[in-house]
């Protein structure tokens, strides 16, 4: 059974930085498709950042609401997933997930929740304008 743990959240000011972590159990392969949500009160999940491993190859996929400002990675010999988070505005402000997919195509499931079978219980991030 995958289990997903988030942590890192906090509250900060519109323009700071902040690091979340997702720790990934009960898998013993490589991560390979995996990707960070973020829900706001009162409004649907939708997808952050996708992060898919080939044999040889990192994909990377963004909204483009956090272009340019978000970075998705990852470290196989820790088995954790990471969004570093710049230059922070309120509207980011959400309880933010981090999920698996076991599909065997992730770039078809994209940033599409019902894609995901696996989800962590989330960290809250707070910006203050």
């Known amino acids: 059974q995958v289990q997903l743990v988030e942590s890192g959240g906090g509250s900060v000011q519109s323009g700071g930085s902040l690091r979340l972590s997702c720790a990934v159990s009960?898998?013993?392969?490589?991560?390979?498709?995996m990707a960070w949500f973020r829900q706001a009160p009162g409004k649907e999940r939708e997808g952050v950042a996708q992060?898919?491993?080939?044999?040889?190859?990192?994909?990377?996929n963004y909204a483009d609401s956090v272009k340019g400002r978000f970075t998705i990675s990852q470290d196989d010999a820790r088995n954790t997933l990471y969004l570093q988070m710049n230059n922070l505005r309120p509207e980011d402000t959400a309880m933010y997930y981090c999920?698996?997919?076991?599909?065997?195509?992730?770039?078809?499931?994209?940033?599409?929740?019902?894609?995901?079978?696996?989800w962590g219980q989330g960290t809250q991030v707070t910006v203050a304008s």
């Open positions: 999920a698996q997919s076991a599909h065997w195509d992730c770039l078809a499931v994209k940033l599409i929740p019902s894609g995901y079978d696996y």
């Open positions: 992060l898919t491993n080939s044999d040889t190859t990192t994909y990377t």
């Open positions: 009960g898998n013993t392969y490589r991560i390979r498709c």
